[in-house]
């Protein structure tokens, strides 16, 4: 059973960086894409970025491109989020989640509920 287990959360003031992880209980996260979704207060959960197993394919949502970049270390089980240029309209909770599969065929960028999801990390921007 994949458990995925997101960390690295925090206050930070506009303009700053925040790098979040995400954690595989299992030593298959090579093999696998990995999504990153946030929910804000009150909005709807929306899709960030996607990473493919080998790095091959990543994706961001337009909101966020050229401020977070996605990346994985395999060998330490883990993908981070490194986020710069945070703006208060950033400030949810950010998830990780797969499918299962090794590809980000998501258009949305957002993996169904039934999926596996971790149990998120919040991220607040303060002006």
């Known amino acids: 059973q994949l458990r995925l287990v997101e960390s690295g959360g925090g206050l930070v003031q506009a303009g700053g960086s925040l790098r979040l992880s995400c954690t595989a209980s299992?030593?298959?996260?090579?093999?696998?894409?990995i999504y990153w979704s946030r929910q804000a207060p009150g909005r709807e959960r929306e899709g960030v970025s996607c990473?493919?197993?080998?790095?091959?394919?990543?994706q961001y949502a337009d909101s966020v491109k050229g401020r977070f970049t996605v990346s994985r270390d395999n060998a330490r089980n883990t993908v981070y989020l490194q986020m710069t240029g945070l703006h208060p309209e950033d400030t949810a909770v950010y998830y990780c989640?797969?499918?299962?599969?090794?590809?980000?065929?998501?258009?949305?960028?957002?993996?169904?509920?039934?999926?596996?999801w971790g149990q998120g990390t919040q991220v607040g921007v303060f002006s």
């Open positions: 990473i493919s197993s080998g790095s091959t394919m990543i």
């Open positions: 989640a797969s499918t299962g599969d090794g590809i980000c065929t998501i258009p949305t960028l957002m993996p169904q509920s039934g999926d596996y």
């Open positions: 299992v030593e298959s996260l090579a093999q696998i894409a």
